[in-house]
C-alpha cells in the first residue's frame, strides 16, 4: 500500500526567479533528488536558457488530508537556491532530467533545449557548500547538438537517459518529428516519427532485453510507437499501437519490470504489456483533464502517479483503478517528476510554487 507521508509547499524565491518562462503543455522541466538521510531535497527548474538549483528542507513528517483524499500542504524552507553554473543554452530549455549513476555514486543532470541542444553534466553529490549539490568539474560534462541544427522551428524537445546504462541518452524533438541517440556525445542511432513526439522512455526491462535497453517508447501523435536501436527495418519501429481516433497521446513512462504506462486527451491511463504488445489494464477517467505526465511508483510498480493538465496530481492503483490520494497545485503545472529512486514527486507551478509529496 502506497500512502503519503507529507505535502510540503516552498517558494521559489523572487531573487533568484522572479517571472518563469511559460513552456510547452507537457511539465519536462523540474527534477528531483533527494538526500539519502532524507533531510532535504534538491530541485532543479529551468527557465529560459538557466538551470535554478534549490535545497528544501524534509525535516519532519505530518499529513493533512481533506475532502476525497486531497493532501493539505504544510509550508517548508528553502535551505540553498542558485542559478547552476554550466554550459549556457542559447534558446529556452524544455526538459531536465537526472539519472544515477551506481557506479560513480554521481547524478547526471541532462537538460536539451527548444532547438534540439543536449548538455548533460555530472553532479558531485560529496562536494558541497551547506546544503547545496554542486557541479563536479573534474567529473563528466558534455553538450551535443543535433546534425540539422538551424534546420526547422523551435518547439518541445524531451530527454531519456537509458536506466542500464546513462551514456545512452534518447532526445526528441516534437516540430522535427525525430529522436536523436546518442553514446555520450556521439550520435548513434536517428529516428523518423510519423507524428509529433510528445513523450519519450527507454524500456529497460532487463529480463527481456538481457541485461541492456535497445528499446524505446515514444509516445507521437495518437499512437505508441516502439523503436530498436538495433533494427534497420522500417527505419527501426518495430511495433505501433493506436489510441482512440483523434485522442493525443502525452506522456509515457516504464515501469522496472517493462510494462509500459500511456495518457493523454481522452484522461485514460493504458498499461501496455512488451511482451504481447496488448493492454493489460485500462483505467478509464482517472483524471479530470488531460494526463501529461506520468510515473511509476519505485516502492510497488502496481502504483503510478498521474499529472493533469491542469494542477491536480493522482496517486493510484492501476491494477484495482482505484485512487490512494492526490494533491493540487495553486495554478498549472510548469514542472512535474519523481525522484528516480524514491517515491517522492514534485510539482512547479506557475505562480512560483514548488510542492513536494513524500510517498512511503
Known amino acids: 500500500m502506497v500512502e503519503a ?3 510540503r509547499k516552498a ?12 513552456g510547452c503543455l507537457q511539465p519536462t522541466r523540474l527534477a528531483l533528488h533527494v538526500k539519502e538521510d532524507g533531510s532535504s531535497s534538491s530541485v532543479y527548474i529551468a527557465s529560459g536558457c538557466h538551470v535554478y538549483n534549490m535545497e528544501i528542507s524534509m525535516e519532519g513528517s505530518m499529513v493533512a488530508k481533506g475532502k476525497e483524499s486531497l493532501l493539505i500542504p504544510i509550508e517548508a524552507q528553502v535551505l540553498e537556491a542558485s542559478i547552476l553554473d554550466r554550459c549556457p543554452h542559447r534558446s529556452e530549455i524544455q526538459s531536465v532530467v537526472l539519472a544515477e549513476s551506481k557506479d560513480d555514486n554521481c547524478l547526471i543532470l541532462g537538460t536539451v533545449d527548444s532547438y534540439g541542444h543536449l548538455i548533460v553534466s555530472q553532479l558531485d553529490t560529496s562536494a558541497s557548500v551547506g546544503s547545496k549539490i554542486l ?10 547538438l543535433p546534425r540539422d541544427i538551424g534546420v526547422g522551428e523551435a518547439s518541445w524537445a524531451g530527454i531519456s537517459f537509458s536506466p542500464i546504462h546513462w551514456p545512452t541518452v534518447a532526445v526528441a524533438r516534437s516540430f522535427c518529428k525525430s529522436v536523436d541517440v546518442y553514446d555520450q556525445d556521439i550520435p548513434i542511432r536517428s529516428f523518423r516519427t510519423l507524428w509529433f513526439p510528445n513523450s519519450l522512455a527507454f524500456v529497460g526491462s532487463s529480463t527481456q532485453m538481457n541485461g541492456s535497453s535497445p528499446l524505446l517508447a515514444v509516445a507521437e501523435g495518437s499512437q505508441l510507437s516502439i523503436w530498436d536501436l538495433r533494427a534497420n527495418k522500417n527505419g527501426g519501429c518495430v511495433q505501433r499501437i493506436s489510441s482512440s481516433i483523434g485522442d493525443m497521446i502525452y506522456a509515457v513512462c516504464v515501469s ?18 512488451p511482451r504481447r504488445w496488448t493492454a493489460l489494464s485500462r483505467w478509464t477517467n482517472c483524471s479530470k483533464y488531460e494526463i501529461t505526465g506520468l510515473s511509476f511508483s519505485s516502492t510497488d510498480p502496481s502504483y503510478i502517479y498521474i499529472q493533469g493538465v491542469d494542477y491536480e496530481v493522482t496517486c493510484g492503483n492501476w491494477e484495482r483503478n482505484e485512487k490512494s490520494f492526490s494533491f493540487r497545485g495553486d495554478s498549472n503545472w510548469l514542472g512535474f517528476s519523481k525522484c528516480p529512486s524514491n517515491d517522492v514527486v514534485a510539482g512547479w507551478s506557475e505562480s512560483g510554487n514548488i510542492f513536494i509529496a513524500d510517498v512511503i
Not at 135 to 144: E, G, H, K
Open 5 to 7: 507521508r507529507s505535502l
Open 11 to 22: 517558494a521559489v524565491p523572487n531573487s533568484l526567479l522572479s517571472d518563469p518562462s511559460p
Open 135 to 144: 557541479l563536479d568539474i573534474d567529473r563528466l560534462s558534455y553538450s551535443v
Open 256 to 273: 522496472s519490470s517493462g510494462s509500459i504506462a500511456i495518457g493523454g486527451s481522452d484522461r485514460n491511463l493504458t498499461i501496455v504489456d
